[in-house]
């Protein structure tokens, strides 16, 4: 369990959202300092052969840089990565991005089961979890998986999601350090994130 | 990932590559410890080091993983607009060979390949051109020279096909029966299925046209170099290699043999030697 002093035991985020995730993630993203001392790595599921706009969606009055990632590319703190459509995005354990085209999971390609995964092998205590809004069952294993490695877990209120089976999935499959609001979820990242600056 | 894991998982390669040749310990392992939980929950074996004996013991133990090892995942003008960009800048430059030679690198099912048949058959060049096609694992391959699909995935295919810029009915180029579609045998007589490890194995002859899409995705950065340097030495001055949307030659100490052709579909063309190259690399910057 590395993760060094108190203040930056974190040092990225994954998050999962699906149906209704675009707004979710301009929620969450917003509340996040221009520095921020976390990665942020994103799976939103998308029309699989549409032209991804979700780079633009996301980076619209964000100061944080969101980008899809180079293949092996090194995470750094700071960046919002975005996987590509019809490919996995997976971590690797020296912290750099793959991608995949293996078969989709739960219908998805990017998969959130893909990235947690991985996420949790690279960086163990040192990553937070997050399920946003969705229709389906992804990423409730991954989730698990994080959770497993010792880091933290957080799952949108189901209550409060456009919809709430990913979220409740999720609740089902793991215990969840925190259920929050969108709003809330921005906060804890936002706390999160400031510290190893 | 734990440290037990990860030692268990190299020792399993090792002894993969120590009994069987295939060499996978310059894969990405994200994607490999994926594919080893895939084949470790569906044996019901208990964990790596038990799979390890299992494969050292039981070579149908081995096909099964060999296979999962593969990317089995492809379809026919997979990235329409890569096909698009095949036709309209490559095809042109492929027009001044009397004879082609293209390596299809890792063609896995064959998908694509038969895709390029198409392609070259629409523009007139098919005749005069051969494919050379290769994968590792001889199961794949096998299916790739049946050139026998699923019906349900033609619909799908067909709408690739279109988007790439094909204007013949589809359905000309396969037959349905029951629920398969058999490919035209006759696409297929220019095309020479073979083995080829991009791992172990060393340059194949002088191509004008190598194509490699979404196979170094799954090495790490030494083992793509290796192939990259190896595309390098085996094509021929002005020849042109494709790449999968995600891979690039960025990286590659062989990066300076090479201009961007169309960029965004990642199709690059290797420079002419002495006063052409010249000429080329002032063009292309």
Sequence with gaps: MSGG???NRFAAAVIGASA?????LQIVLGALPAQCGLAICIVSHQVPKSKSYLVDLLADGLELPVRVPDEKEEIAAGNVYVAPPNYHMLIEVDRTVSFSIDLPIHFSRPSIDVLFKSAADAYGA???GVILTGANGDGSLGLKRIAECGGMTVVQDPETAEAGEMPRAALAATPVDHVLTLEGIGGLLAGLSKSTW | MEESERIEIQLLLEAIFRKYGYDFRNYSQASIKRRIEHRLS??????ISTMQHALLYDAAFMDSLLLDFSTNVTEMFRDPSFYLALRQKVVPLLREYPFIRIWHAGCATGEEVYSMAILLREEGLLKRARIYATDFNEVVLDKAREGVYSLEQMKEYTTNYQK????????NYYT?????????PSLREGILFSDHNLVTDGVFGEMHLIFCRNVLIYFDRELQNRALCLFSDSLCDGGLLCLGSRESLRFSSCSGDFEDLAREEKIYRKFMQGDGGDVGRNAGE
């Design chain 2, 42 to 47: 569906m044996s019901g074996l208990d964990s």
């Design chain 1, 126 to 128: 040192e990553l937070v």
């Design chain 2, 176 to 184: 349905a029966r029951y629920d398969s579609a058999i490919i035209d």
């Design chain 1, 20 to 24: 209704g995730g675009v707004r979710a």
């Design chain 2, 164 to 171: 790439a810029g094909g204007n013949e009915p589809f359905s």
């Design chain 1, 5 to 7: 002093t108190q203040g």
